[in-house]
């Protein structure tokens, strides 16, 4: 059997694959109940499986093909981090931003804290900066205008 690390980095490679599936169902049994996401652009943590499901609800419906590439992952006492790579087509509103069509990327540093065999609480820090540039519309310059 293997060690407590290798475990929690097998559960998160389980939870990436179900995310890229879209199997939110299967995504939110691998939270611990008292599920703590802590998110850029929000000053107090937000708590309980239906917060991490609707925003993950939110991204698929902005990016229906969403591809999740883990580039790197390794852990420590109970701590996982994770640099991962999300592609997609930006077929829906997102932040307010009407679909585009546009082929997005971003890349996103998260750590996850395990307890037990569940996930109990998450740090992301996703290049929303990136991914904005790439949906919003470029203001028109006085030569363009």
């Known amino acids: 059997m293997g060690t407590t690390i290798e475990k ?3 559960m998160l490679r389980t939870a990436y694959r179900q995310l890229e599936q879209a199997d939110l169902d299967a995504c939110t ?3 611990a109940e008292d599920f703590i ?7 107090d943590p937000l708590y309980g499986r ?6 993950a609800r939110a991204m698929w419906e902005a990016f229906p093909d969403l591809q999740i590439a883990v580039e790197d992952m390794f852990g420590a ?3 996982v981090a994770v640099r991962v790579h999300f592609r997609g087509t ?5 932040q307010g931003v009407a679909a585009t069509g546009r082929r997005v990327g971003f890349r996103s540093i998260e750590i996850y ?3 037990g065999d569940k996930i109990a609480e ?3 820090a996703p290049d929303l900066i990136s991914l904005m540039q790439q949906i919003t519309p470029a203001p028109l310059t006085a030569a363009q205008g």
């Open 29 to 31: 049994a691998m939270l």
């Open 77 to 79: 006492g109970d701590r």
């Open 37 to 43: 996401a802590n998110v850029p652009g929000v000053p």
């Open 90 to 94: 930006h077929r829906g509103a997102f």
């Open 8 to 10: 929690n980095l097998a």
């Open 50 to 55: 239906e917060a991490w499901r609707l925003g």
């Open 113 to 115: 804290r395990i307890e």
């Open 122 to 124: 998450e740090w992301v």
